[in-house]
């Protein structure tokens, strides 16, 4: 298989092998973590979410991602990345035994969600701080291929970590069991990313930056210069209009999804059951995120970046509409793969544009303008599901909604990209 080859070749670095291995073990840890959070809020018998409830466990989840975005990119081009890998973790490891304490208090009221948005929030630099830092153990070339393996190995460890903390919550029916194992697996993602050097990350700094404080006070200019950095690589800003209609549309299929497993496909007394159906689906949809990783590499070579971009918001149209129009849970698990799959290729191109097309010394806050617009993206939809999406998640008006703006999406870019220089990977 070209994804077992791609990866072998990578591990043959080693400073490629101490990257991943801290990227697979925050992101087990973040699967258990999203388990324990959706056990206690979504499937407590005691709760029976809606659409406005899932809406607002999104803002929760993500909007830390989004106002912490630029912050992250100051200090990303300024600070040691490795040392961010490792401060991250650490502090989400205490974050979640603070959780721990509270869900052991039964109090699910602010300071639940305060810990929750302080968790969430540090893990903005640890992700950014993965992606910045995978040119400087890559060449070149193989950023393609890095992109395919290691978001997409992350993604499938996410999915693991989701499900090991599904069976852990099912066999022992505590969320605090699942929180603990959190906490775990967090320390041990700080201690692995000390394998690596501290300056080894980057950012490759010249010497003329301002500092941490001047530039925070400068947030504003900041962002500024990167969409200025932005502006002059237009192949690299199509791409991020590209993923946060990606991410809206999704977002919208994602709380559509949550709630027909919730509250149609079972009853309020069916809770077990929804859980477990629930996470089946979250698998299907991540075995479609692992064959995108196994045909991204070569689509891209074929077709080039732009085209399978476009080729990909095309299927994730037709796709939405049949078979996930049936409303069935066989078609949800098929359609819930596909989408996965062409969600995914477009996530995997994207980060190549912008890795191939930004400075170095602005990667980080273009990052960060990535994860707003790809966090805002989902919290802007959740926030329109909780007005259209009935209860039960069916609706034939979103659904075509969905569907018309994954096609639009695919015309508009496809008709904006073409024949802009697209940087060499």
Same mark, same amino acid.
Request: aromatic share 8%; charged share 10%.
């Given at each position: 298989m070209q994804f077992i080859r791609d990866l072998g070749r990578l591990l043959r670095r080693g400073d490629f092998r101490r990257l991943f291995a801290v990227r697979l &073990?925050?992101?087990?840890?973040?699967?258990v973590?999203?388990?324990a959070l959706a056990s206690y809020v979504l499937f407590s018998p005691e709760r029976a979410p809606d659409?406005? +409830? =899932? *809406?607002?466990?999104? +803002?929760? *989840?993500?909007l830390p991602y989004s106002v912490l975005g630029p912050f992250t990119g100051v200090l990303l081009d300024r600070w040691s990345r490795r040392q961010i890998l490792f401060g991250a973790n650490? &502090?989400?490891? +205490?974050l979640v035994l603070v959780i721990g304490l509270i869900v052991a208090l039964d109090n699910a009221g602010i300071p639940f969600y305060l810990a929750v948005l302080l968790t969430l929030g540090v893990n903005r630099f640890l992700?950014?701080?993965l992606s910045a830092g995978l040119p400087h153990v890559v060449d070149r070339d193989e950023l393609v291929m890095a992109n395919a393996v290691t978001p997409t190995s992350g993604t499938a460890f996410f999915l693991v970590g989701g499900g090991f903390g599904a069976v852990v919550k099912l066999l022992l029916d505590s969320d605090l069991a699942v929180l603990g194992m959190t906490a775990v697996v967090y320390l041990t993602a700080a201690l692995l990313a000390l394998r690596l050097g501290r300056n080894q990350l980057g950012p490759d700094l010249t010497g003329a930056e301002p500092g941490v404080l001047e530039a925070i006070r400068g947030i504003a200019g900041g962002l500024i210069d990167g969409g200025r950095h932005l502006r002059e690589r237009r192949q690299p800003a199509l791409g991020l209009a590209a993923i946060g209609s990606l991410r809206f549309f999704f977002g919208l299929v994602t709380v559509a999804t949550i709630l027909l497993y919730r509250n149609k496909f079972y009853g309020p007394d069916e809770l077990d059951e929804a859980f477990g159906a629930l996470a089946i689906a979250t698998g299907a949809i991540g075995a479609g995120l692992f064959l995108a990783a196994l045909v991204t590499p070569w689509a891209t070579r074929v077709l &080039?970046?732009?085209r399978w971009i476009t080729v990909l918001f095309v299927a994730a149209a037709v796709v939405t509409a =049949?078979?996930?129009?049936?409303? &069935?849970?066989p078609a949800v698990l098929v359609a819930g793969f596909l989408t996965g799959f062409c969600a995914q290729g477009v996530k995997i191109s994207v980060? !190549?544009?912008?890795? !191939?097309?930004?400075d170095d010394v602005y990667r980080g806050r273009v990052f960060s303008l990535y994860d707003m617009i790809f966090n805002v993206g989902q919290v802007s939809a959740a926030a329109l599901g909780a007005v259209i999406l009935p209860d039960d998640g069916k609706s034939y008006p979103v659904l075509t909604f969905v569907v018309l703006g994954f096609a639009l999406t695919a015309v508009i870019y496809s008709r904006l990209s073409a024949g802009e220089p697209v940087p060499a990977h």
């Open positions: &073990t925050s992101q087990f840890g973040d699967g973590f999203q388990v659409a406005a +409830a =899932i *809406a607002g466990l999104f +803002a929760v *989840a993500l650490l &502090t989400r490891a +205490a992700l950014s701080g &080039t970046l732009r =049949i078979p996930g129009g049936l409303y &069935t849970q980060d !190549t544009l912008v890795q !191939t097309g930004v």
